[in-house]
């Protein structure tokens, strides 16, 4: 089907070659509202459900493990779906361009609705949790998600150029996740909002709205040279078939494996970050902790900005990554070693971040290194069938470490923290229960509403969990990471095929002008 914009929808990028404003506004300032909810939600939803909504307890643990699968498993669906449509979407805007105009209103509305819980019963609340929840990641964000992550690959073949894309798009990325949320959130906006669902409610609700002008700013500074290029030659394949060919293909399957292990890893450090913070190197939104453990971890990230992109052209993105990786196993483990220790846990988040730096900033100018390959192999494009099971691997991992995640606190026994309106409450409550307050009640401060947050001691069990997923797993992952890019060398013949494929365009652009 041939559909036509608006001209007010038009791209205001009309230049064939990759421009500074594109640069710094289709690629780091479009996204950042969209990105930035995202990793608010990465780091804080499932805190919103277990020290919030308090639904770490409910159906004795089952709810909050087995939902998460459950909707990673719809989500997954349609992911699928999403790429089907894509990659059967023509207009002068491209195939993907065009979902990210959608998006940019489902994004808001859905992320308001994740937290807008009401107070009811059990029941009621664990519905509209699911519903909620799948409205936003199997929906709304999955539409975002899967045209936002093809901007690189279908913004042109100049390799250099769509690199640097790829740097712009990661320090954004960066941005949010790494300065805004994890220096921002638990110095200053954790501490004030506490538990408190309103203060909540009121802080998501901005930082979803947020997200609708920034979302447009992408669509309308971004650009499809390559689906131009390619949209005289394009087939129509089943997707039963495009999967064979994808999953036939060395790279395409070195590559989602690659990408399977480093999401499994992170997912689980992301969900461990705050608890681990909270429990067993800090205490319970202390504000320094989480702060000193995200700013080693931001600092090589700037360093990155400038440096990992010059390596990667000396050496290679699969030669610096894997070196990298190195680097990620090295650390962690120093930091598993001594989980308690502050000092020691800083230098392996540092080495660690280090390492981290190359799969940051270059991931997918790889994966779309591996598009053109099998470009040249099958003499086709499969962006949108592509994109979707690196998605699928991507939403379905959050779901299932989740649920493995929280499955594991419930087991071990975690404790949430209560609220109370007075020390004396407080003592009563902890009385009550036979738990232990995390720090003295008369060292606690008050919210502004005069509410007290008590956090418990968490039992050894609980924070040897915490321990694991935060600093444990991704000693073994980095291992895996390095075996599977050893291996994944992609890039060694790409020039010649590149030149083989324009060679190709060229021609079917002559014969269809007769």
């Known amino acids: 089907m041939k559909a036509l914009l608006s001209p007010l929808l038009q791209s205001r990028i009309k230049s064939e070659t990759v421009t500074k404003s594109e640069k710094w506004l289709g690629y780091l300032a479009g996204p950042a ?25 409910l159906w004795s643990g089952v709810f909050l493990t087995v939902f998460p699968i459950v909707s990673k498993i719809i989500d997954a669906v349609t992911n699928v779906v999403m790429g089907q449509i894509i990659d059967r979407t023509h207009t002068r805007e491209g195939k993907a361009r065009p979902w990210l105009l959608l998006s940019a209103f489902l994004v808001p509305v859905t992320g308001i609705l994740l937290f807008t819980v009401p107070e009811s019963s059990d029941t009621v609340k664990a519905v509209w949790v699911m519903v909620s929840y799948n409205l936003f990641y199997s929906f709304a964000y999955t539409v975002f998600n899967m045209s936002h992550n093809l901007m690189v690959p279908l913004s042109t073949r100049d390799g250099t150029a769509r690199g640097g894309l790829s740097v712009f798009n990661q320090i954004t990325t960066i941005m949010m996740s790494g300065i805004l949320v994890a220096l921002i959130f638990p110095m200053v906006v954790m501490p004030m ?24 700013t992408e669509y309308f500074f971004t650009k499809e040279r390559v689906t131009e290029e390619a949209s005289a030659q394009e087939k129509k394949l089943s997707f039963g078939r495009q999967m064979k060919l994808l999953f036939t293909d060395k790279y395409m399957i070195l ?10 890893g992170t997912t689980l450090k992301n969900l461990g970050l705050v608890y681990y913070c909270n429990y067993v190197l800090g205490t319970y939104n202390d504000g320094v902790t989480q702060m000193l453990v995200s700013v080693i971890g931001g600092i090589p990230m700037g360093i990155g900005i400038f440096a990992v992109w010059p390596l990667a052209k000396k050496f290679g993105k699969r030669n610096v990554t894997m070196v990298g990786f190195i680097l990620y196993a090295v650390g962690s483990l120093i930091c598993w070693m001594f ?6 846990v800083l230098v392996g988040q540092f080495i660690k971040n280090i390492g981290g730096l190359p799969c940051a900033y270059v991931f997918m100018a790889l994966f779309a290194d591996c598009l053109d390959h099998l470009e040249w192999k099958k003499d ?47 003592a009563s409550k902890l009385a009550e229960n036979g738990w232990t307050a995390q720090v003295a009640l008369a060292d606690l401060k008050p919210a502004a509403d005069g509410v007290l947050t008590v956090a418990m001691q968490q039992p050894d069990k609980v924070n040897g969990v915490i321990s694991f997923a935060f600093v444990g797993l991704e000693v073994f992952t980095g291992v895996a990471l390095v075996v599977i890019l050893f291996f994944l060398n992609v890039e060694k013949k790409l020039p010649e095929e590149q030149a083989e494929i324009r060679t190709r365009h060229e021609k079917t652009l002559k014969e269809t002008e007769k």
């Open 380 to 426: 086709l494009r499969m962006d949108g069938a592509a994109m979707s099971i690196y998605n699928i691997i991507a939403v379905a991992m959050v779901g299932i470490m989740t649920g493995v995640f929280n499955w594991m606190l419930a087991k071990a026994g975690y404790l949430a923290p209560i609220t109370a309106n007075s020390v004396s409450e407080a």
């Open 193 to 216: 909002i506490g538990v408190d669902k309103s203060k909540w409610i009121t802080l998501m609700s901005i930082l979803s709205i947020v997200a609708l002008p920034l979302t447009l």
């Open 255 to 264: 590559m989602y494996g690659y990408f399977l292990i480093y999401t499994v």
């Open 339 to 344: 989980p308690h220790t502050l000092a020691v």
């Open 33 to 57: 509202g969209a990105l930035l909810l995202n990793a608010v939600l990465a780091t804080y939803l499932n805190v919103y459900y277990t020290d919030v909504l308090n639904l770490t307890g």
